[in-house]
């Protein structure tokens, strides 16, 4: 399977880079007001993964559509959202939204706490829980 990174960082696709596991590796602004799908990426990509993308705040629908056009009908969409303090997903309104009008199907969710790396190769786990959801 042919597999294609992005990211808007380009320090971490250097990094994905020499791990030499990718296809493709390509600068990508999602959620941005100016980012556009470019058409050949339209619809190509039977699994959307967004591992990190939403654990900062400021996002808005426009980052799931983003995620929705290049992922081909049938396919998957899998992301990673931070909770906020009384344990909700931020996000909930837009994901509801894309739901009820048929953009996506909830398939399914796992919570758990986020592992943080500390220095060198030790690393602990917080007390901040994550939400990993498909669609």
Same mark, same amino acid.
């Given at each position: 399977?042919?597999?294609?990174?992005? !990211?808007?960082?380009?320090?971490?696709? &250097? /990094?994905?880079?020499?791990?030499?596991?990718?296809?493709?590796?390509?600068?990508?602004?999602?959620?941005?007001?100016?980012?556009?799908?470019? &058409?050949?990426?339209?619809?190509? *990509?039977?699994?959307?993964?967004?591992?990190?993308?939403?654990?900062?705040?400021?996002? !808005?629908?426009? /980052? *799931?559509?983003?995620? /929705?056009?290049?992922?081909?009908?049938?396919?998957? /969409?899998? *992301?990673?959202?931070?909770?906020?303090?009384?344990?909700?997903?931020?996000?909930?309104?837009?994901?509801?939204?894309? &739901?009820?009008?048929?953009?996506?199907?909830?398939?399914? &969710?796992?919570?758990?706490?986020?592992?943080?790396?500390?220095?060198?190769? *030790?690393?602990?786990?917080?007390?901040?829980?994550?939400?990993?959801?498909?669609?």
């Amino acid at each position: 399977m042919k597999t294609t990174g992005m !990211d808007c960082s380009n320090s971490l696709l &250097e /990094i994905a880079k020499d791990k030499d596991c990718y296809h493709h590796l390509e600068r990508k602004v999602f959620g941005h007001k100016d980012t556009v799908i470019p &058409e050949e990426m339209k619809n190509k *990509f039977p699994f959307v993964s967004a591992a990190s993308i939403l654990n900062n705040d400021g996002y !808005d629908l426009k /980052i *799931f559509m983003n995620l /929705i056009e290049c992922c081909q009908i049938g396919g998957f /969409i899998v *992301f990673a959202t931070k909770l906020d303090l009384h344990q909700r997903n931020q996000y909930e309104p837009e994901i509801k939204h894309l &739901e009820q009008n048929g953009y996506w199907q909830f398939t399914s &969710e796992h919570s758990f706490y986020r592992y943080d790396k500390l220095c060198g190769k *030790f690393g602990n786990f917080s007390t901040k829980k994550v939400k990993v959801l498909c669609y």
